[in-house]
C-alpha cells in the first residue's frame, strides 16, 4: 500500500468496472447539469470487466485502460498496488448452506465473483473497499445473504458501514436505490468515515425533463410500433406494464433492460403526445448523469443500453468518494493513522470482528 499524504493520490482498482460509472465519479472532473464535480485525490491504477463492449466504452472515455478479463482469471500478485477496491458483485446467485452454522455459497458461476472480491482483499490488503449493489441485497434469500455477506468482508479483515441510498437526493433525475458498502482495514478510519448527507430533497429534486432531448420526439424510431402497445394493454392492468414517467419528477430506475426494447417490461417509458416512446440511450446516460461528453457511439445503440443501464451513476459515486476524501485529508487521522494500523495489527489475527462491530439496522 502507498504511502498517504495530503498530496498523494490513492490508487484505485476497479473490479466488474463496466463502462466506468464508479470510476468516472471516484476521480471526478467531470460537469453534469451545468455543475463541475472537481477532480477527487484517486487515480485509477487497475481496472477489469468481462463485458467487452462495456470495456469499449470505458477505453474510449478514460486515459487509463481496463482489461477484459474475467475477475477469476486475476493473478492478484501482478497487478499494480492499489489502496481502495471498487466492485459491484452479482447479488443474484447466493445460496445459504444448511451447515450448522449456515454458510454463504452460490448458485452458479456470478455468485462466485463476490468470493472474487473477498479475496482480492484478502491477498492485497487495501486500506479501503467500496462495493455497491441493488437494494434487494438486503432482502436476498429471506434477510439472510446480507449479514453473512457482510461476515466475509469483516474476516477478510475489515470494520464495515454500509447505506442505501436513492440517488434523486443527489441531484440526479433518477429514483434509483443501491447500498454502499465501505471496509476499513484500520479502526481509526472506521471511526472517522461519514457517509455524505443528501443534496437534494423534495421540492428540490431533479426533474426528469431536465435531461429529455426534445429532438427525439420527432424521430419515429424511438416510438413503440401500434402492435407492441396494443400487446402491453392487453396485460397493463395485472403486469403494471408501460410505465409512462412523469416529467416533472425523477424517473423510475433504469436497467439493462432498455435493450431489450420491449413495453411489456417494468421499465420507465415516455408518453409523448399519446404515444410511447423509449429513452435514447444518451438520454438513459444523463439519467444515470453521465456527462454530455461521455462517448458511446463505438458500440451498438442495445450495447449502449446495456452498460449504461448497469452503471454506477458516477454522481452519486462522487459524493461518495469525496467523504471518503475528507477522510484522508483529517489531519487528526493522519497523524494517528501510522499508530493505529501497528495497535490494529496485533488484534486483527484472533479478533472476531462481529463481535466487536454489531451489523447496523436500517
Given at each position: 500500500m502507498a504511502e498517504i499524504n495530503r498530496n498523494t493520490k490513492l490508487k484505485v482498482a476497479s473490479f466488474f468496472c463496466g463502462c466506468g460509472g464508479m470510476d468516472l465519479g471516484i476521480q471526478g472532473g467531470f460537469e453534469y447539469l451545468n455543475k463541475k464535480y472537481h477532480n477527487l485525490p484517486y487515480e485509477v491504477a487497475y481496472a477489469v470487466d468481462n463485458d467487452a463492449y462495456a470495456t469499449k466504452i470505458y477505453n474510449d472515455n478514460f486515459n487509463h485502460k481496463c482489461e477484459t478479463?474475467?475477475?477469476?482469471?486475476?493473478?492478484?500478485?501482478?497487478?499494480?498496488?492499489?489502496?481502495?477496491?471498487?466492485?459491484?458483485?452479482?447479488?443474484?446467485?447466493?445460496?445459504?448452506?444448511?451447515?450448522?452454522?449456515?454458510?454463504?455459497?452460490?448458485?452458479?458461476?456470478?455468485?462466485?465473483?463476490?468470493?472474487?472480491?473477498?479475496k482480492a482483499l484478502k491477498v492485497n490488503k487495501p486500506r479501503f473497499f467500496i462495493a455497491e449493489n441493488v437494494k434487494g441485497l438486503l432482502s436476498a434469500n429471506k434477510k439472510k445473504a446480507f449479514p453473512m455477506i457482510i461476515k466475509e468482508f469483516e474476516k477478510a479483515g475489515y470494520h464495515i458501514k454500509y447505506k442505501l441510498f436513492n440517488s434523486s437526493e443527489?441531484?440526479?433525475?433518477?429514483?434509483?436505490?443501491?447500498?454502499?458498502?465501505?471496509?476499513?482495514?484500520?479502526?481509526?478510519?472506521?471511526?472517522?468515515?461519514?457517509?455524505?448527507?443528501?443534496?437534494t430533497l423534495n421540492g428540490s429534486r431533479v426533474k426528469l425533463n431536465t435531461v429529455i432531448d426534445a429532438n427525439a420526439d420527432k424521430n419515429e424510431k424511438w416510438f413503440f410500433s401500434q402492435k407492441a402497445v396494443e400487446g402491453m394493454l392487453r396485460v397493463k392492468e395485472k403486469m403494471n406494464k408501460?410505465?409512462?414517467?412523469?416529467?416533472?419528477?425523477?424517473c423510475n430506475t433504469i436497467s439493462s433492460h432498455l435493450s431489450k426494447v420491449s413495453l411489456n417490461s417494468t421499465d420507465p417509458v415516455l408518453m409523448v403526445d399519446?404515444?410511447?416512446?423509449?429513452?435514447?440511450?444518451?438520454?438513459a446516460a444523463n439519467i444515470q448523469?453521465?456527462?454530455?461528453?461521455?462517448?458511446?457511439?463505438?458500440?451498438s445503440e442495445n450495447r449502449q443500453y446495456r452498460a449504461i443501464?448497469?452503471?454506477?451513476?458516477?454522481?452519486?459515486?462522487?459524493?461518495?468518494?469525496?467523504?471518503?476524501a475528507e477522510l484522508v485529508n483529517n489531519k487528526s487521522t493522519q497523524e494517528s493513522h501510522t499508530h493505529c494500523q501497528v495497535a490494529q495489527k496485533a488484534n486483527y489475527t484472533n479478533q472476531n470482528l462481529s463481535k466487536s462491530i454489531p451489523l447496523p439496522t436500517l
Open positions: 478479463k474475467d475477475v477469476r482469471e486475476i493473478e492478484l500478485n501482478k497487478i499494480p498496488n492499489y489502496d481502495i477496491l471498487l466492485g459491484g458483485f452479482p447479488c443474484q446467485s447466493f445460496s445459504i448452506s444448511a451447515q450448522n452454522p449456515p454458510r454463504l455459497g452460490y448458485k452458479d458461476d456470478r455468485g462466485k465473483l463476490f468470493f472474487e472480491m473477498v443527489f441531484g440526479i433525475p433518477q429514483k434509483r436505490q443501491r447500498v454502499f458498502i465501505v471496509g476499513f482495514r484500520n479502526y481509526q478510519d472506521f471511526a472517522y468515515f461519514n457517509f455524505p448527507s443528501e443534496t408501460g410505465r409512462a414517467q412523469n416529467l416533472d419528477e425523477p399519446g404515444r410511447y416512446r423509449r429513452f435514447t440511450p444518451r438520454e448523469s453521465f456527462p454530455t461528453s461521455f462517448k458511446l457511439d463505438s458500440v443501464g448497469n452503471a454506477v451513476p458516477p454522481v452519486l459515486m462522487w459524493h461518495i468518494g469525496k467523504s471518503l
